[in-house]
């Protein structure tokens, strides 16, 4: 059972839902749709759970990774789970299913299922027709700009972000696409020009990342001025880190899973069988002397492929953070020692016992910074 709360489209869920299995998140399917306002029956001939949510039918199986949505089958990244007789599903996946988002804000999980799905929209000449399913609230933005309007709760599946089309020129127009992350395709037929986006490119796929949280149960690692522990800000990085690196395709080993004390050796021989190609290990830095500060990142000596990984994460965290550079080092960490035929690094963010950059390190949006550093690092090292 997890600490954080868990919100679902900015209703808080029961007490306990929330879970960790090997660093991914849990949750009790019927307590996060009973948020929702919707309903959930289990039927025991065909061992599976059925939802009703506005105009959604979503019919989880006790086991696999297998879910229907709407009639659509879809699979899961991660299987389900019974914990003490209650289904539990990843919060990840169920996210990706309804086109939603999840995040990690503070001490707070934030799930946001949209209510509604734009589906199309149709030009005419003397209109325009926004199609979507379910219950879509439609109003208008205000501001500088009347005509704008909001579509409350509302998602959609394609990768474009703004569409504008605007009159130049006399007998010309502009048309500005913009696609997160594609190459549009361009192919013009008799009757008008076809737009397309080929799917995302999965740049990780076949890599196997090991991510260790550093420290944890009773061993805290550095304590903050404000009383912040390392252990817990690592576990946030680590948790904030894996969704991209799964998003790209990679499978994500949790070395440290919820706040678990493992030894040294543990760590080490669970990254070791994993298979692995790289091990990165969270940690944050203390000192006696209370202005230290600064970010470093340390290799084994005689590890060229952790050196080259050191590196990338030290640039890409400086950065990112703005941190002074404190180098890329050589250390004889047992995590890394143990390692030595693979890219294993230690990465050291910053110092919890200098105030100003303890107060820099734990706002949200640094440790979102920090888990996107480490993400483009590791995209540098394998391309």
């Given at each position: 059972m997890s600490r954080t709360m868990l919100m679902v489209n900015g209703q808080v869920v029961e007490q306990g839902a929330l879970m960790y299995f090997a660093g991914t998140p849990y949750a009790q399917l019927r307590l996060v749709f009973q948020a929702l306002g919707g309903t959930v029956t289990w039927q025991n001939a065909e061992a599976q759970a059925v939802v009703?949510?506005?105009?959604?039918?979503?019919?989880?199986?006790?086991?696999?990774?297998?879910?229907?949505?709407?009639?659509?089958?879809?699979?899961?990244?991660?299987?389900?789970?019974?914990?003490?007789?209650?289904?539990c599903v990843s919060l990840e996946d169920l996210a990706r299913a309804f086109l939603g988002s999840l995040r990690m804000e503070g001490e707070a999980l934030y799930l946001f299922l949209p209510v509604g799905l734009l589906t199309g929209i149709s030009i005419g000449s003397e209109s325009l027709v926004l199609h979507w399913t379910g219950q879509v609230k439609a109003s208008p933005l205000g501001g500088d700009d009347p005509s704008a309007l909001s579509l409350q709760g509302t998602s959609w599946?394609?990768?474009?972000?703004?569409?504008?089309?605007?009159?130049?020129?006399?007998?010309?127009?502009?048309?500005?696409l913009e696609a997160e992350g594609r190459e549009l395709d361009f192919n013009t037929g008799e009757q008008g020009l076809r737009v397309s986006?080929?799917?995302?490119?999965?740049?990780?796929?076949?890599?196997?990342?090991?991510?260790?949280?550093?420290?944890?149960?009773?061993?805290?690692?550095?304590?903050?001025?404000?009383?912040?522990?390392?252990?817990?800000?690592?576990?946030?990085?680590?948790?904030?880190?894996r969704v991209p690196l799964r998003a790209a395709g990679a499978?994500?080993?949790?070395?440290?899973?919820?706040?678990?004390?493992?030894?040294l050796n543990d760590r080490v021989n669970r990254s070791r069988m994993s298979r692995a190609s790289i091990f990165i290990s969270v940690h944050y830095n203390a000192h006696e002397r209370r202005t230290a500060n600064g970010t470093e990142t340390f290799h084994a000596a005689g590890n060229v492929l952790g050196a080259r990984l050191a590196a990338l994460v030290q640039e890409e965290l400086l950065g990112a953070l703005q941190l002074r550079d404190r180098g890329?080092?050589?250390?004889?960490?047992?995590?890394?020692?143990?390692?030595?035929?693979?890219?294993?690094?230690?990465?050291?963010?910053?110092?919890l016992t200098n105030p100003e950059e303890e107060e820099f390190l734990i706002r949200p949006a640094t440790l979102q910074k920090t888990a996107e550093a480490l993400y483009r690092a590791i995209v540098r090292y394998f391309s």
């Open positions: 009703t949510w506005r105009n959604n039918l979503l019919i989880v199986p006790a086991t696999g990774r297998h879910i229907t949505l709407n009639g659509q089958q879809r699979t899961f990244a991660e299987a389900h789970r019974i914990i003490e007789g209650r289904l599946g394609m990768p474009l972000r703004r569409v504008i089309i605007e009159q130049a020129l006399e007998g010309h127009l502009i048309v500005r986006w080929p799917g995302r490119p999965q740049k990780l796929r076949g890599f196997i990342i090991a991510l260790d949280a550093g420290h944890g149960g009773k061993q805290p690692g550095a304590v903050g001025v404000s009383g912040v522990l390392e252990k817990d800000l690592a576990r946030q990085v680590v948790d904030l880190l499978e994500v080993v949790d070395i440290r899973q919820g706040d678990e004390h493992v030894s890329v080092k050589v250390a004889a960490f047992h995590v890394l020692r143990g390692q030595p035929s693979i890219a294993a690094v230690l990465a050291e963010i910053g110092f």
